[in-house]
């Protein structure tokens, strides 16, 4: 997928190898290019604690980069757990998070939502796990979330039919005073819960959930660990129409409590979108034997390999370094089989391979970045250094390619039918890829840009 380079996103990321250190601008299209890493944005990158969550944001003035986590300084900047970067400069967001960490960003309705576990943001009362940063200043939204079992995932901008709202996944109880546990509506004024109650392990938790059009229609799907919603017993996953929840066949399963889905990412492996899940500790889906990574492409289950032999996969993300599209996976796992990874792996089509030569801690998140030779992948987590080289909690692969045509978004060289289905499987989130405009959501401005492109 290809986004061209003088769009919003890509003019403040040109330079996304200087993001914590000055270099020279981009120049690696063309011949000879082979992808690889840039660590200079990992000295000093964070100093401490985690780097858990990236996203890229506009907030009125330009498309930017928003990274949260534990850290209290990026790039030698004091930042208290968030901190915004613009192309040229690093600064925090006011004093801050409080403590403890943020564990996702989200972008809706043309402001930044900061969640997680803190007590305060900007100091303000009413922000504890859930705040809004809006012209420049930190504000509560209402959550009500003080009690100190409550925290927040994941956040997800998704239309149900009835308008983008943001979608938030946790382990809350009663949020805003709108009776929504675990996972909850907010359209920018008032909270709402979603069909019923959710029940299963203890404790129980959503972590995450995501867009995608199975064929059906846009819907959200939300995974955790959880073994029923609104009535209907559902394995660590469910599917929300916007009026019902359903099941994925008999979904993930395993053994002990922490059997989870931590991540999702929508690829197309040529055989169509699919929904790939990743989490801790199950052993199967649909019955099938599944690693700790899965496949759904909307009526049955499969296996990715052989998956993952351990750890966890906290992230699942699609790029393409120049030699097409392909699927990363990232956590603490440290074998495929008999292969062994370190915490960073890439699916060849067969199996899981090596990728960036291993990273020496938790890798957390990851995140493309549209550049003038393609595209780069900015992860961040709790490593200390990537293939050997120091790196604090930052590093930027980058790829090659050039910039391609912006509809193009399975870089095959022309926008057509097969960049629609990508488009309108992502409906609704706010996927940074087929979101063409940079606004945060996948939606009728995105799709008008792509048929411009058709070629």
């Not at 009362?125 to 939204?141: C, D, F, H, Q, V």
């Not at 979904?251 to 931590?262: D, L, P, Q, R, Y």
């Not at 291993?358 to 780069?376: E, F, H």
Request: proline share 4%.
């Amino acid at each position: 997928m290809h986004r061209a380079p003088d769009r919003a996103a890509a003019a403040i990321l040109l330079a996304t190898s200087t993001i914590l250190a000055p270099a020279a601008a981009d120049d690696r299209a063309g011949d000879g290019c082979v992808p690889g890493w840039d660590l200079s944005i990992g000295v000093p990158g964070a100093d401490s604690g985690i780097v858990g969550s990236l996203l890229l944001h506009d907030d009125g003035g330009g498309q930017a980069l928003y990274l949260g986590g534990s850290f209290t300084s990026v790039g030698g900047v004091a930042a208290s757990r968030i901190a915004r970067f613009d192309g040229t400069t690093l600064t925090p967001l006011g004093s801050g998070l409080s403590n403890a960490e943020c564990y996702a960003l989200g972008s809706f309705a043309g402001d930044l939502y900061a969640a997680g576990y803190f007590d305060l943001a900007g100091g303000v009362p009413g922000t504890a796990k859930l705040a809004r940063w809006r012209n420049g200043a930190w504000e509560s939204i209402g959550a009500q979330l003080e009690l100190f079992s409550n925290q927040l995932w994941d956040l997800t901008t998704f239309d149900d039919g009835s308008g983008d709202a943001l979608y938030i996944t946790g382990n809350f109880q009663n949020i805003g005073g709108s009776g929504a546990n675990y996972v909850a509506k907010y359209d920018g004024t008032t909270f709402s819960p979603l069909g019923g109650s959710i029940g299963g392990n203890v404790p129980l938790i959503l972590f995450t959930s995501a867009a995608f059009d199975d064929g059906t229609g846009p819907a959200l799907y939300v995974g955790g660990r959880f073994t029923e919603v609104g009535g209907v017993p559902a394995s660590r996953i469910a599917k929300w129409n916007g009026k019902q929840w359903s099941a994925l066949g008999s979904g993930i399963a395993g053994t002990g409590s922490t059997v989870s889905i931590m991540t999702m990412a929508i690829f197309d492996d040529g055989s169509g979108p699919a929904l790939y899940v990743g989490g801790q500790s199950f052993t199967s889906a649909g019955g099938q034997p599944a690693n700790r990574v899965a496949r759904w492409n909307g009526t049955q289950w499969s296996n990715v390999g052989e998956g993952f032999a351990n750890g966890i996969v906290w992230k699942l993300a699609v790029y393409d370094d120049g030699s097409g599209e392909a699927l990363y996976a990232f956590g603490t796992f440290t074998a495929s089989g008999s292969t062994p990874l370190e915490r960073m792996a890439k699916w060849n089509g067969t199996s899981w391979e090596p990728f960036g030569g291993g990273a020496s801690g938790t890798v957390l998140d990851a995140i493309v970045i549209p550049s003038d030779a393609g595209q780069d992948l900015l992860i961040g987590g709790q490593f200390t250094s990537i293939g050997g080289q120091p790196a604090n909690r930052l590093a930027l692969w980058e790829g090659c390619g050039g910039p391609g045509v912006p509809g193009d978004l399975n870089g095959d060289g022309v926008v057509n039918g097969a960049d629609l289905s990508i488009l309108l499987a992502a409906w609704g989130s706010n996927d940074p890829l087929p979101d063409l405009n940079g606004d945060g959501v996948v939606n009728g401005a995105d799709l008008a840009m792509l048929l411009s492109d058709w070629t």
